[in-house]
């Protein structure tokens, strides 16, 4: 049997790290593994692990991007399926795709052209992610900002318009499945590689909750030294508006801060570096250092946060884009961690994160939530998945 992992949208670390966790444990069950991929950078890795390796059929996005989209109908135009010609080449290109590797399954990680190609060729499907890319049920399709006013009619004219591309785009080879926006984005099974306090949109039914699977074993292991202070863990994505006040808060600190800053130069993060605060490059192994960390600073990448509510330590949140700022707000909410929105004026970093390394509250939070979720294992989270594609595969 044959399993096909895709991947077009979005970007970051955060897709492999649930895409290769899940394959190796679906190859384990002794099917065969292929992966396509949006971004080249990972190739070479997935066909270190092994996997047969294909770069995945993209759309263009268009040049004039909406930067606020109101539902996931209108993301899904805003990103090229606005565009029938170039939706009907990347249709294309998965049709061709399946037919010569002829998988069992298609699993997809926010591959919505992906997802749209196997319903047509009546294939299993199964959807992994955070959750931000899965729309809550609906019809038409619900806006994205709860907090915000949408008019029904707006909403339901971006669903008729979304279905009129996909149709025009898929020509002949249009069915039933394209009957509505809804059914665009549905699957045999919907796998949440998270916990529904974190799920963006949730909780909800018609999902599994799994929780971040895999390890990060193949990232640099670094540990806390010798001492009784507070200790501040980092991930934090450089060149962004706050980064420079982000690390000269940390570095401020009365306390031991360790830093990951994947995309700096090595040699920029030996200058960031201080006598009590450690930059690295590259990723780090988050297992040992969270389960000492006093903070965890991060964007609120799903991946990140979970394995702090796990690990019971406290957040410090600085998301970037929309899909982080929900998750904050859940995290907020739920009493886990403090959350500074980037469209609010910058605190005082060095002063914020004293304040939420002394607060009792946060700490009592993040403790609920380890007790929630004492015995979770992140490796288990990836079987249990590769067990319900297996079960798909097999029919």
């Known amino acids: 049997m044959r399993v096909l992992f895709a991947w077009e949208l979005g970007s970051g670390l955060g897709h492999v790290r649930r895409i290769f966790p899940i394959a190796r444990e679906v190859r384990a069950l002794g099917h065969d593994v292929t992966v396509a991929l949006r971004d080249s950078a990972f190739l ?63 699993v997809a990680d926010y591959a919505p052209t992906a997802l749209v190609a196997a319903s047509l060729a009546g294939l299993p499907r199964v959807t992994v992610g955070s959750g931000f890319a899965l729309p809550p049920a609906g019809d038409p399709v619900p806006a994205l900002r709860t907090w915000t006013a949408a008019d029904p009619g707006v909403l339901r004219a971006l669903d008729d318009r979304l279905v009129q591309r996909v149709r025009a785009a898929a ?8 009957a509505s926006a809804p059914a665009l984005f549905a699957a045999d099974a919907h796998l949440l590689c998270t916990f529904p306090e974190i799920d963006p949109f949730g909780p909800r039914d018609g999902v599994a909750y799994l929780g971040a699977p895999g390890s990060d074993d193949t990232a640099l292991e670094v540990h806390w030294t010798q001492g009784s202070e507070a200790r501040v863990l980092a991930y934090l994505k450089p060149g962004t508006p706050r980064f420079d006040a982000v690390v000269a808060g940390l570095a401020a600190l009365q306390a031991e801060v360790i830093a990951a800053a994947p995309g700096l130069t090595p040699q920029q993060a030996r200058e960031l570096s201080t006598g009590r605060m450690r930059v690295f490059a590259e990723p780090v192994r988050l297992d040992s250092l969270m389960a000492q960390a006093s903070l965890c600073v991060s964007h609120a990448g799903p991946g990140f946060a979970a394995r702090a509510l796990v ?85």
């Open 44 to 106: 070479d890795s997935a066909s270190t692990e092994g996997f047969e390796v294909f770069a995945a059929p993209l759309l263009r996005a268009p040049s004039d991007v909406n930067p606020s989209p109101i539902s996931h109908s209108d993301v899904l135009l805003n990103l090229g399926f606005d565009d029938v010609r170039a939706l009907h080449g990347a249709l294309r290109g998965w049709r061709s795709m399946l037919e010569l590797l002829a998988p069992q399954v298609v």
């Open 311 to 395: 690990a019971g330590v406290p957040l410090a949140l600085l998301p970037l884009q929309l899909e982080q700022f929900l998750i904050a707000q859940r995290i907020e909410k739920s009493g886990a961690g403090a959350l500074s929105s980037p469209e609010q004026p910058a605190p005082d970093f060095r002063a914020w994160f004293e304040s939420l390394l002394g607060s009792e509250a946060l700490r009592e939070g993040a403790r609920r939530h380890a007790e929630a979720h004492r015995g979770h294992s992140f490796a288990l989270a990836a079987r249990r998945a590769a067990e319900r594609i297996a079960a798909l595969a097999q029919g």
């Open 171 to 178: 020509g002949g080879n249009a069915t039933g499945a394209l």
